[in-house]
């Protein structure tokens, strides 16, 4: 017989811990599903305004950045998608996964992990590898859905250059309460992303990036042209500035990958 699951996703916990910001959340935990963010893009928003979070042990088409796959561990990984309505334009979206990065580290900081940084556009590092990584995508007109995806107590084997929050953390971590502690997170940062956009956000990301005033090599996604340059943080959009040969350059979110040279 299969043994339990020694912290099992719960929507009653997640929600008995936000408190008073549970009514404005509608936290769903399934067993599993093809992907946590393609199940909220074919959902409509609710007409009582709560947000809607979907978690699950399982993806059978975990989907990642750039048409990768994105690979989790049943009752290791903290996997789920938030639909957050957003009657504005799309361009306004510009530095969101910035800030929803931005928000994780936070959540996961003030549990006790130490040494996690941001790499642009919006993973989170550890001199392991990646933590977590973010898939935000605009279901116009009327939302955005923003994916989640966290190695908590082990990385899949499958996934290169994955780590395991667990391993900057120097006691025992629920995902329960990492999922409670990130809502509370975004919740403020999205409200005020809404209202100002990525500007007052620029400084708190620029002071937690991994690569400030490193020499980087940027590599477009779509072809091999690859630009290097010294990584001088993110504009008032979000976008990557590099100073390379030929001069300052700035880079949009979604366009380019990175790594140090
Ligand atoms: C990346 O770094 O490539 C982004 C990974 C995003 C993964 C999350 S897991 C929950 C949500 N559902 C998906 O299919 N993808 C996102």
């Not at 929600?15 to 963010?37: H, K, M, N, Q």
């Not at 976008?239 to 979110?253: E, I, K, M, Q």
Request: aromatic share 6%; hydrophobic share 45%.
């Amino acid at each position: 017989m299969p043994r339990p699951m020694s912290d099992p996703l719960d929507a009653g916990i997640v929600g008995g811990l936000l408190e008073a910001l549970s009514p404005r959340f509608e936290i769903r935990v399934r067993p599993y599903c093809d992907s946590t963010s393609s199940e909220l893009l074919r959902q409509s928003l609710p007409s009582d305004g709560r947000i809607v979070v979907l978690a699950t042990e399982v993806q059978t088409a975990g989907r990642g950045r750039s048409g990768r796959s994105w690979a989790s561990l049943p009752g290791s990984s903290l996997t789920f998608s938030i639909l957050w309505p957003w009657p504005h334009a799309p361009a306004r979206l510009s530095g969101l996964s910035l800030v929803v990065g931005l928000g994780l580290l936070r959540a996961v900081s003030a549990l006790g992990a130490r040494s996690i940084r941001l790499k642009w556009p919006n993973d989170l590092i550890c001199a392991a590898g990646k933590v977590a990584g973010i898939l935000c995508e605009v279901r116009q007109p009327d939302a955005v859905v923003i994916g989640i995806g966290i190695n908590v107590h082990r990385a899949p084997e499958a996934a290169v250059d994955a780590a395991a929050l667990a391993s900057c953390l120097s006691g025992p971590i629920s995902r329960n309460a990492l999922m409670a502690r990130i809502l509370e997170e975004l919740f403020g940062e999205l409200t005020r992303f809404a209202e100002s956009g990525f500007g007052p956000f620029r400084q708190a990301w620029n002071a937690h990036h991994a690569y400030d005033g490193v020499d980087v090599c940027l590599k477009g996604v779509r072809d091999d042209a690859y630009i290097s340059g010294i990584c001088q943080g993110v504009d008032e959009d979000g976008a990557l500035v590099v100073d390379t040969a030929g001069g300052r350059r700035h880079f949009l979110s979604g366009e380019l990958s990175l790594r140090p040279t």
